[in-house]
């Protein structure tokens, strides 16, 4: 591969759409490449990119039948496009299109935290002057709640302030206060994050910026120490560790859905149940989810996290039977 071949892809790191929109083309231009080459391309790890290519296998053209979405061939480690939905061809846009498009990088382009703002812009710019009337149709659009905060905190890290938060962490159920001192503001998926260094945990920290209940800037300057680093984030928030306890359940058709929302290590059927093993942070988080599905769940490991759930089912039944 020339050193041409080898530039790093434009909208490869944090944006998984435009990653996606030039894994096609790198693809076609390469049949049967390397999954471990072009993840290295792309300057991500080979099982985001595996993910990124199960994404594209459904994704293509309306009807999403046979013949309408992106096909390929995963030959071991070498991956080769063998229908690209027509993505290699010019676009083209109706009016509803336009605006449809005009309107969602306007709301892009104002979202807090976001990356590549100049490349947005300049898209926008390049699709509002070719739809002419149609680009300055009035729209309004209506950010998300709690981007008023999120750019408030960004204020603060940009003048590379301490802050001391009241934070409310989930896993635990407990509410602190802690001075942290600030890195950089991110969005992930739809939510905002604040990345820190936790002078009350002394490592570094991501906090949802929605679980901040109060927040104070300081007059002392931030001051992250060297080993202050920030987390690679490529492959999600939660990023499983052999450290972390793993849970095993069993679970009727009416829990499966936890398998789709929280990262498992494994799933397999069971008769009409599913056997799921996943790793947790903390097993009072876990202890309060599986409480919560009631019967339809089943605990089998670890012992302590059975016990525990026992313990709290016997207590909230003995409620019950208190005259």
Same mark, same amino acid.
């Given at each position: 591969?020339?050193?041409?071949?080898?530039?790093?892809?434009?909208? /490869?790191?944090?944006?998984?759409?435009?990653?996606?929109?030039?894994?096609?083309?790198?693809?076609?231009?390469?049949?049967?490449?390397?999954?471990?080459?072009?993840?290295?391309?792309?300057?991500?790890?080979?099982?985001?990119?595996?993910?990124?290519?199960?994404?594209?296998?459904?994704?293509?053209?309306?009807?999403?039948?046979?013949? @309408?979405?992106?096909?390929?061939?995963?030959?071991?480690?070498?991956?080769?496009?063998?229908?690209?939905?027509?993505?290699?061809?010019?676009?083209?846009?109706?009016?509803?299109? /336009?605006?449809?498009?005009?309107?969602?990088?306007?709301?892009?382009?104002?979202?807090?935290?976001?990356?590549?703002?100049?490349?947005?812009?300049?898209?926008?710019?390049?699709?509002?002057? /070719?739809?002419?009337?149609?680009?300055?149709?009035?729209?309004?659009?209506?950010?998300?709640?709690?981007?008023?905060?999120?750019?408030?905190?960004?204020?603060?890290?940009?003048?590379?302030?301490?802050?001391?938060?009241?934070?409310?962490?989930?896993?635990?159920?407990?509410?602190?206060?802690?001075?942290?001192?600030?890195?950089?503001?991110?969005?992930?998926?739809? +939510?905002?994050?604040?990345?820190?260094?936790?002078?009350?945990?002394?490592?570094?920290?991501?906090?949802?910026?929605?679980?901040?209940?109060?927040?104070?800037?300081?007059?002392?300057?931030?001051?992250?120490?060297? +080993?202050?680093?920030?987390?690679?984030?490529?492959?999600?928030?939660?990023?499983?560790?052999?450290?972390?306890?793993?849970?095993?359940?069993?679970?009727?058709?009416?829990? +499966?859905?936890?398998?789709?929302?929280?990262?498992?290590?494994?799933?397999?059927? @069971?008769?009409?149940?599913?056997?799921?093993?996943? +790793?947790?942070?903390?097993?009072?988080?876990?202890?309060?989810?599986?409480?919560?599905?009631?019967?339809?769940?089943?605990?089998?490991?670890?012992?302590?996290?059975?016990?525990?759930?026992?313990?709290?089912?016997?207590?909230?039944?003995?409620?019950?039977?208190?005259?």
């Amino acid at each position: 591969m020339t050193p041409q071949q080898r530039a790093r892809p434009a909208g /490869a790191p944090g944006d998984r759409l435009g990653r996606l929109l030039n894994l096609v083309p790198y693809l076609l231009a390469r049949p049967g490449i390397e999954v471990a080459e072009a993840a290295a391309d792309f300057h991500i790890s080979e099982k985001q990119l595996r993910e990124d290519l199960e994404l594209l296998w459904v994704c293509g053209l309306p009807g999403y039948g046979p013949g @309408d979405l992106i096909d390929m061939a995963l030959d071991g480690d070498r991956v080769t496009i063998t229908y690209d939905a027509g993505i290699d061809r010019p676009l083209r846009l109706n009016p509803d299109e /336009a605006l449809a498009l005009v309107v969602a990088l306007r709301m892009l382009a104002e979202t807090p935290g976001i990356g590549s703002r100049d490349a947005i812009e300049r898209a926008l710019a390049k699709i509002e002057n /070719a739809t002419g009337d149609v680009g300055d149709a009035p729209v309004a659009v209506r950010l998300p709640a709690g981007t008023e905060r999120l750019d408030m905190i960004r204020g603060i890290v940009e003048r590379r302030h301490a802050m001391r938060i009241t934070y409310y962490t989930a896993a635990r159920d407990e509410t602190t206060e802690r001075v942290v001192d600030p890195m950089r503001v991110l969005m992930v998926g739809n +939510r905002g994050y604040l990345e820190a260094w936790c002078r009350r945990a002394e490592a570094t920290r991501l906090f949802r910026v929605d679980r901040i209940d109060a927040y104070t800037e300081l007059d002392e300057p931030a001051a992250p120490p060297a +080993r202050a680093v920030p987390h690679d984030l490529s492959d999600g928030i939660f990023q499983p560790s052999q450290d972390l306890p793993l849970v095993t359940v069993r679970l009727g058709r009416g829990s +499966r859905w936890i398998t789709e929302y929280y990262p498992c290590e494994e799933v397999r059927r @069971d008769g009409n149940e599913w056997l799921v093993t996943m +790793r947790v942070t903390d097993l009072g988080w876990a202890q309060r989810l599986l409480l919560g599905l009631g019967s339809d769940v089943t605990v089998l490991a670890p012992a302590a996290l059975v016990d525990q759930i026992r313990d709290q089912a016997v207590a909230a039944l003995d409620q019950y039977s208190t005259p």
